[in-house]
């Protein structure tokens, strides 16, 4: 008897197509550790097959599997970044205006780096830790949808926000010991 793959005569497009077809599912659980939800997951998964096949189209990977995993994850870091930068946007639309006079053109780029330094806190953390923050801060889910979602006990979702801002508390403290008044760095 015949093995189907023969009878089909279904040529592989590349090296690239092969390796994401056996390693899907592997590849998957990789970008599971920057995203929680399983739509971002298989949005991710395809992008990257798209972005690696574009680039390689025709052409022979060494080691096509590596290549996979380091494109997964430039589109993950591009997306957090990307999401990053929508909830600083956010952020800025949701803050009250405070009084022209007040407020010095010093104290608003203040203001502005503290902000960055806030969210590049929250990518500093832990991967588990992050997806429970930014559910609760960014997308503003109760600890039981959020629990029930990652699969963990409320105790524990918790626990992780607790430490995630505590976390960006200490690091934003930490970023900022690194300006002067002025904003520029000793």
Known sequence: MKDPKESRNIPLL??????????????????????????????MAQETFLNAYKYTHKRDIEYPKAYLYQVAKSVAMRELARKSRQLTDYMEEAAIPEPEDQASLEDEVMADQKLVHFCESIAELPPQCRRVFLMRKYQAMSHREIATALGISISAVEQHITMGLKRCKQGVAKKEQGLTPRGSIK
Request: proline residues 0%; glycine residues 4%; charged residues 40%.
């Open 14 to 43: 590349s090296d690239i197509y092969g390796t994401f077809i056996s390693s899907e599912l592997a590849l998957k659980r990789y970008l599971k550790r920057f995203f929680y939800r399983d739509e971002d997951i298989d949005d």
